[in-house]
T-cell receptor
Framework: AQSVTQPDIHITVSEGASLELRCNYS??????LFWYVQSPGQGLQLLLKYFSGDTLVQGIKGFEAEFKRSQSSFNLRKPSVHWSDAAEYFC?????????????FGAGTRLTVKP | NAGVTQTPKFQVLKTGQSMTLQCAQD?????MSWYRQDPGMGLRLIHYSVGAGITDQGEVPNGYNVSRSTTEDFPLRLLSAAPSQTSVYFCASSDTGLAYSSYNEQFFGPGTRLTVL
């Protein structure tokens, strides 16, 4: 079964600085890959997903992620972080094509934004 | 549309008590699911349903029951609560019989924080 690892439990960046959150997956082929954001007290919201084609994916709120097959990675980036980006971020992997519900989530990375 | 709604927001139970977590969606979505979120473990799937009358187990189904009598509702039942079930529970739905595909996604409710003493 597929799995996903988020190596960083907590990251702190200054407002206006760039951001990169790491995600590594385990899967035998090209999977579906997702990034979700969870603001305090809220449910998860999809930022972006990848399943084929262009390896650089644009998402909402100015986020992007790059699929690198050779590194089994799908890192999330943002060029300039805003205070409102403080949240928890989850990477997830799913089989491709989809089967049942086999999405697996990483443990999450908590982002703190310093003024 | 209200989207995916969950009640209650918070609940405290004693060991051995039973309760039902409610989940409803008003988007006519076929697929609904329940996850639990524990620190350091991300979200894990408990049960899911691909339509009314159809349910199946996820990764961590033990101690939980579900049923799907209508498209809109997908309640999660704890028959005899245990401290290990202390968690935040999320319900999600999507508009096909799959959790995800190239053209759809899951929408999540705001969660229910459950504490079992």
């Amino acid at each position: 079964a597929q799995s996903v690892t988020q190596p960083d439990i907590h990251i702190t960046v200054s407002e206006g600085a760039s951001l990169e959150l790491r995600c590594n997956y385990s899967y035998g082929a090209t999977p579906y890959l997702f990034w979700y954001v969870q603001s305090p007290g809220q449910g998860l919201q999809l930022l972006l997903k990848y399943f084929s084609g262009d390896t650089l994916v644009q998402g909402i709120k100015g986020f992007e992620a790059e699929f690198k097959r050779s590194q089994s990675s799908f890192n999330l980036r943002k060029p300039s972080v805003h205070w409102s980006d403080a949240a928890e971020y989850f990477c997830a992997v799913g089989a491709n094509p989809p089967r049942g519900n086999d999405m697996r989530f990483g443990a999450g990375t908590r982002l703190t934004v310093k003024p | 549309n209200a989207g995916v709604t969950q009640t209650p927001k918070f609940q405290v139970l004693k060991t051995g008590q039973s309760m039902t977590l409610q989940c409803a969606q008003d988007m006519n979505h076929e697929y609904m699911s329940w996850y639990r979120q524990d620190p350091g473990m991300g979200l894990r799937l408990i049960h899911y349903s691909v339509g009314a009358g159809i349910t199946d187990q996820g990764e961590v189904p033990n101690g939980y029951n579900v049923s799907r009598s209508t498209t809109e509702d997908f309640p999660l039942r704890l028959l005899s609560a245990a401290p290990s079930q202390t968690s935040v529970y999320f319900c999600a739905s999507s508009d096909t019989g799959l959790a995800y595909s190239s053209y759809n996604e899951q929408f999540f409710g705001p969660g229910t924080r459950l504490t079992v003493l």
